[in-house]
């Protein structure tokens, strides 16, 4: 990853450069990879009884 593409992907979470004093690469990538994965819609949702007979 390079620096502007981490800067951007700060940028589209809403942090600021203060921000970036208490958290991580590794913990920004997270959190983005997360805010996309809220953004998906699945076609079957797994139920309890899914999960039970699993």
Known sequence: MTTPLFLLRCVQLGL???DLDL????MVNDMYVESRNDECK???VATQEDFDRF
């Open 16 to 18: 600021s450069i203060r």
């Open 23 to 26: 958290l991580t690469i590794g």
């Open 42 to 44: 699945y076609a079957v």
